[in-house]
Structure formats: C-alpha cells, structure tokens
C-alpha cells in the first residue's frame, strides 16, 4: 500500500498561496491533528544551525506549526540534541545561544527551546530495537518523553550520508553524542596529500586525534571516533573518509538509531521536509554554499521512508544549477540522475530507504498528493 505525502511547490501568487499558509494547510491535509493531544507535549525536532549557516529552516515557517498545535491544545517546544564536534552548538548553553542568534527566540517562534540530551549531552534513554547492528539505541531524554513528534527536516546533500532529510534528522539529531558516535564509528578518514597545515581540522576534532606532523595533518586512528566533522571542515577537500565496506554498515547504523526514535512515537510523529535551499552539505557547517537546485517545495507525511524517497526524486528530477558545486562535478546537471552521488560519489544515501523499509519504518513507494 502506498503511503500518502502531502507536497506545495513554491510558487504563489496572491496571500492564500503564501509558504506560510501552505504549510498550515499541509499540516490539516496530512491530518497531523491526530498526534495533537490537549495539554500534551509536542516536541518539534528541528536543526537550529550552526552559527555562520543560514540554509536552516525559516523560524518563520516554524512559527506557523507552533501557532497550529497550540490551537489544537498542545504544548509545543522547540528541540535539539548537542553535537558531537567541537563549534557553536555541542552544549546546550552555546547551542540555546546559537538558535536564539539564528532567530529561533521565543518572540519569533512562540514556543520555548528546550535541549534535549541536557548540558553537556548526558541524558539519554536506552532504547530496545534488536537490530543488526544495535540491540538497544540511546534516544535524548525530552525527545523520549514528550508525548508526540513533529520532525521538521531542511532536506540536502551530506558528506558521509549522502542527504539528510527525515531518517537522518531522526538519527543524529535524537541522538545524545554517545549515540552519534555509536552511529559514526565504522569509518575513520585519513589525510591526503596536499595538506596546506591550516589546522582548521585540529580546532573542530572532538577527541584531539589531529596532530601536525613535519607541516601536515595526522589523524590518530586509535583517538579518532569517524564522526567526520574534520572531513565537512576542511577547506582543501584533503581528508577523505576510508569507507570501503564501511559505509554500508554507517549507513545500516544510523538507520537503526532512526528506527529506535521513531519506533518510541510509533502513532504520534509526523514529518515534514523543507526542499529548498538544498545545500551541498549538512546545516552543521558554518557556511551554506549555493543551493544544488532551484526551490522545489514543502512535503508532509506520516512516513519517513516515504517523504524521504519524494524529496530525494524531487530533487534528482531538477536540473542542476551549474553555478553550484554541482558545476565542478563530471556529470548530475542534466534532470534524472543521482544529484548527491555526483556530489559525494561514495556515499549511499539511498540505503537509508531501502533499509529503513526493511526495518519496518515505512515505504518507498508512494503516492504524491498536490
């Protein structure tokens, strides 16, 4: 059976069409009335942005689903878990500065923030799943308490995951940072050649694993936990990922720590991806390079396999912008192909679908609702 999504392209052309309205609309099409309770908490999961990123998601549009749960008599929060890299958001003293500096401040969006693996990313619930790779996932504490979800998720390319869209937001962002490292650790980079020593790599590792050695970046394999951040930050593109078999199994893990958020809110979480602004990486680095695509639209659904398979067609269909990174690579501009594997040739992201169905989270087949 297919699973619905709800979708609303960009274009308008008189009030009842603006963005804002789209997305409360969608909210009444997709019936996410139905994970509402009355006094109840609703956690809105969202990514606030790293401090210098501004491809995040409007906190004007986030507004519009505070006000909507808020009618229907829930108690909405807004919610992140800390990082596991060293920047502007792995506390959650920095990380509540950092959203309120990105516009998330309780006068724009109406709801209180709330970080949800604590000060310093030590609260968290073990969940059991009996995978593959995980018996048990570790889901940040508020997360696993609130009584429903509402996963909003900015949809774009990710060095290691390919994309990042719903499954992804679920994984990593419902993870404390021992769940994020649980997750990363099948792959440790290595520095290429040509290292310029500009040691951008040292400031963001969270373990101290990079060293300079004789003028170059050395990355302790024994220190190193894979959590990649050295390979978003480095500006000369010379720390690789060695995935090999290993980016089956990153790919695997992450899906399971999906599946244990998503399996404790099984009848109450709902998702919604924003396809605009689809950067070439993750709102985590603090910069937001020139979208890969035009503007494409807002989805809704109750499936995240489903949403994310749409968003990721969605995308794939267009014609790339050759004014973006998607103009430096040896093919993907033209409608049809595989954007994010010509941006990042290694990765898989579309084994976040295909397992996440395996897993039992939803469909990749879909139907596609105007």
Known sequence: MKSKVYFFNMRAGKTSESLSRKIVKLFDKANFKDIIEKDKLTAIKIHFGEKGNNAFINPIYVRQIVDKIKDLGGKPFLTDSNTLYKGSRSNAVDHLTTAIENGFAYSVVNAPIIISDGIYSKDSIDVNINKKHFKTVKISSNIYHADSILVLSHFKGHETAGFGGAIKNLAMGCAPSAGK?????????????????????????????????????????????????????????????????????????????????????????AFINFVMNVTPLCDCVPWSDVPIVPDIGILASLDPVAIDKASYDLVNKQIANPFSIMGDCKHGLESGVDKFKAMHPDTKGELQLSYGEELGMGTEDYELIY
């Not at 004789?214 to 936990?225: H, M, Q, V």
Request: net charge positive.
């Open 181 to 269: 490292q649980q997750q990363h650790s099948t792959s440790k980079p290595v520095v290429g050649k040509n290292c310029k020593g500009c040691e951008i790599c040292i400031k963001s590792c969270p373990t101290d694993a990079i060293t300079m050695i004789d003028g170059s970046a050395y990355i302790n394999p024994e220190k190193c936990i894979g959590c990649g951040e050295c390979v978003s930050m480095c500006t000369f593109n010379v720390i690789r990922p060695q995935w090999g078999t290993a980016m089956d199994a990153f790919v695997e893990r992450m899906t399971e720590y999906a599946y244990g958020a998503w399996k404790i809110k099984e009848k109450k979480i």
